[in-house]
């Protein structure tokens, strides 16, 4: 793109501006949606997101005038976007509800990027997610609860055991492909979620109780958290270490998207054959993908187990790796923004929409279908890569 | 000593056979239409509801337990209604997704099953608790000193009739000529003016009233049918199916005895083997698909450069 020396300054004033307004316009509606009790408000605000979506959809120069402004301000949507997430817990009115959803999540918005590395960049069915979101989870608890590990050292650690399983998971990847992989997950995944219910130390089926809260310098996170004099609910202890772990997820998505291996996950996508002739190892980028997902999952499942302090089987089920995968596939595959919107609106959305809270499960299933027939690139369709300039 | 074994071996065949049910209709849907129906599972499970709803009506309207001819047309009924059920299925939402790529198909028809099983929880009455199932057949038949009940036999005789009848029009009839060609090469079929979405219907309803056979027969044995049954079930059929290769009927049946014979196994010998059942199947399934990616009769997919 090339912007000319007169037209530079007032180009640059009107990206910072559009940059502004679409974050801070996006942040706005969260907090409505989030605070929003009638579901008449729901629906509105949901009607109003869909207007704006189709709107973008039929004014291309609209939607390429927006990414042109974040492609030519990176660092200040960036620094804003921190600041906005840092901001964000003192504008829910204390609403420890509403701070509840966005942790969960943010933990879901991690998981859908964990599966995109698989589902969107390289095309591999992975049914399993939850279970390593599960192995993460259990991994951590026992440590914290059998042997007093801190969280903060049986974080990396159950992120180890997760992506060992993960490994383990991969290799039969190697010899499988497509509808028997699929399979091959879905039995991992049904594995993993019996012996959890089944066996004698993970507390069968009435899971683990009484997982400690993290420390910090002395902080509990079980206590509320203090900024300044204001004080928040506890709950925006763990706000901030999930927002760290999306942060995190978001930098590794980006620098994996735009290496080698990313692009070597792109050629497996658009033909393996190919790719191979190329002198692509696929066999190690398929275990890598696997890999990589079990890390990230892990780390999101010792987060959720301090949180809540509780887990058992019924939370890492087959229904939430479909969940998860119904987050990458609405959102957008290969694409970071799609991946986090897509996880974002599909956890909180049966939660807002409490009249039909009997029927969430059904919801999700008619999502699932209805995005698949009519978008079926999802919210924000994958993009073109760009090379050079 | 040796009665306990018959009654293994009993249990195994019958099971083996309820599973080869629902096996083969995965089988079939994919050879002819290359598409992982996920759902086939539920779809199988509509139909013991069915015949419940139906069976419960009857006896309703007539005040005391209905005749056996009223119990026999209201399977009959379930097997026919689920059968085109399949084909509204089909035509409402599979069909779009035919030349999709693979994964679609299937992440599509995960969920489809998942709205089938939260409908029959929300419609059908009490639609979340578990549902007593009649043993179909009562009475047992006393062989050489071991006494057999008539429901497993009735159970593999149905079942080796089906799949016996579903192989015979396969292979001997026009009708399975026309489904042979277009599972081959769906254009050239059109050419000799076979119309594939017509086979695609007809496929669609015959796996699935196989399917409903599976699964009422698989409420008969439990003695009991629940909304998520059909995860069982559909996981089942389709492991079995995978085993044996999918597309391949005899595989589909081979895959069949052998996840049954595992099962039966466990169960008699692992103390609280019931529980982790699906463990030991899925460790089979992972196994076998490690050394033949294929399955068992698969074929191999050679790709030349």
């Known amino acids: ?389 | 000593m040796t009665e306990q074994l018959v009654q293994q071996l009993l249990n195994w065949i019958t099971l083996g056979s309820i599973y080869a049910l629902v096996a083969v209709g995965f089988s079939l849907l994919f050879g002819v239409l290359n598409i992982i129906h996920f759902s086939h599972g539920d779809v199988s499970l509509l139909a013991p509801f069915l015949a419940l709803a139906a069976v419960q009506t009857v006896s309703a309207s007539v005040g005391g337990s209905p005749a056996v001819v009223a119990i026999v047309l209201s399977v009959l009924l379930a097997v026919i209604v689920t059968g085109l059920l399949g084909v509204v299925l089909y035509y409402l939402v599979i069909k779009r997704f035919q030349n999709a790529p693979a994964m679609m198909a299937l992440v599509a028809t995960v969920a489809l099953g998942i709205v089938l099983r939260e409908l029959i929880r929300h419609l059908y009455p009490q639609g979340s608790n578990p549902h007593a199932v009649p043993r179909l057949v009562p009475g047992s038949i006393e062989v050489l000193g071991v006494t057999i009940p008539a429901f497993n036999l009735v159970a593999i005789l149905v079942s080796v009739l089906s799949v016996g009848l579903l192989f015979y029009m396969l292979e001997r009839t026009r009708l399975g000529l026309h489904i042979k060609a277009v599972s081959q090469d769906r254009d050239a079929a059109r050419l000799i003016s076979i119309s594939p979405a017509r086979i695609f219907q007809i496929t669609f309803f015959i796996a699935s009233a196989i399917g409903a056979i599976g699964g009422l027969f698989f409420a008969g044995y439990a003695g009991i049918v629940r909304f998520d049954f059909s995860v069982d079930v559909g996981l089942i059929g389709f492991s079995a199916a995978v085993v044996g290769g999918l597309g391949s009927m005899p595989g589909a049946i081979i895959g069949s005895l052998l996840i049954a014979g595992l099962d039966t196994l466990v169960q008699a010998t692992v103390p609280n083997g019931a529980s982790y059942r699906l463990v030991f199947v899925f460790l089979l399934v992972i196994c076998v698909l490690v050394f033949r990616p294929a399955g068992l009769l698969g074929r191999t997919i050679v790709e030349k450069v």
């Open chain 1, 1 to 389: 793109m090339s912007v000319t020396a007169t037209r530079g300054t007032s180009g640059a004033a009107t990206a910072l501006s559009i940059v502004a307004l679409t974050e801070i316009g996006s942040a706005a509606f969260l907090r409505q949606f989030l605070l929003a009790e009638d579901w008449r408000v729901v629906v509105g605000l949901l009607g109003f997101f869909a207007i704006v979506l189709v709107g973008l959809q039929r004014l291309p120069t609209v939607e390429a005038r927006i990414e042109g402004a974040f492609s030519a301000q990176s660092r200040f949507a960036t620094l804003l976007g921190i600041a906005i997430v840092l901001l964000f817990p003192f504008l829910l009115e204390k609403s420890t509800y509403a701070l509840h959803l966005l942790i969960i999540a943010q933990l879901y918005a991690v998981l859908a990027l964990a599966l995109n590395f698989q589902l969107g960049s390289a095309n591999i069915p992975n049914f399993a997610t939850g279970a390593s979101y599960g192995i993460g989870a259990y991994a951590s608890a026992l440590l914290a609860l059998n042997w007093d590990v801190s969280f903060w050292l049986a974080l990396p650690a159950a992120a180890v055991v997760a992506t060992i399983f993960g490994f383990v998971l991969g290799v039969p990847s190697m010899r499988t492909r497509d509808s028997y992989l699929a399979l091959v997950t879905i039995a991992f995944g049904v594995v993993v979620h019996q012996l959890l219910n089944n066996l004698e130390f993970t507390g069968g089926p009435n899971g683990l109780v009484g997982i400690p809260a993290p420390e910090l310098f002395g902080h509990s996170f079980a206590s509320p958290l203090v900024i300044f004099g204001h004080s928040l609910p506890s709950q925006a202890n763990f706000y901030y270490l999930s927002a760290a772990l999306v942060g995190v997820s978001i930098l590794f998505a980006a620098r994996l998207h735009h290496s080698r291996i990313g692009l070597a996950w792109n050629a497996l996508r658009a033909d393996e054959l190919a790719a191979r002739c190329q002198g692509i190892n696929a066999t190690w980028y398929k275990v890598l993908a696997f890999v990589v997902d079990a890390f990230l999952a892990g780390f999101a499942g010792t987060i959720y187990a301090f949180y809540v302090g509780f887990i058992s089987p019924d939370n890492f089920t087959f229904l939430v790796s479909v969940t998860i995968m119904t987050m990458v596939i609405a959102g957008g595959m290969d694409n970071t923004l799609g991946v986090i919107v897509g996880a974002f609106l599909l956890t909180m959305l049966p939660e807002k929409l409490r009249a039909f809270s009997d029927y969430r499960i059904l919801f999700f299933g008619v999502t699932v279908i209805a995005f698949l027939m009519i978008r079926p690139q999802g919210i924000f369709p994958q993009r073109l890569r760009r090379y050079g300039g």
